[in-house]
């Protein structure tokens, strides 16, 4: 079940680096297992705002880890031990297009030189990793042109100015 409290203590209270921690060892326990569901990420204030989410936990499932074996079968363990630190500190966020799935966006997320395309959606109270993948550069500039999602919560919380 996705993460409620790190030691006893409420996860919304705990240091980021802690619950990052917490939510890589849930990860792999779901690739270990293949069932249920773990929480993968914390979202940057911007990106709640953008999804209309009420809670900053992000849920990867059993059936999205299938889905991604059967589509995208190269991810390594590392790839996805790495979500919850992409989730955390995008490159990018840009709109995804309009479903009737809900809200959704897509976060561009960096693992050493290796870009990542995470689509992230909103299903009733649910905020949901929907997809993930590696992508080349040339994938990022063309989902760039889409239109950034530009908010300074997103700058400052990487660090910039």
Known sequence: KPITHINGIPKTEVAPGVREKAQVKQIGELLDKRAGSVEAGTLPDAVMKELGAADDSVVLDHDTIGKQGLHHGEIEREEYEAIPAMIAQPVAVVPAKPGAAGPA????????????????????SVTKLKSFHAIRESEVRRLMRRGV????????ENGEE
């Open 105 to 124: 966006v897509i976060l561009i997320g960096r693992n050493g030189r290796a870009f990542y395309r995470l689509v992230i959606g909103r299903l009733k």
């Open 149 to 156: 999602i530009t908010d300074d919560a997103i700058k400052t």
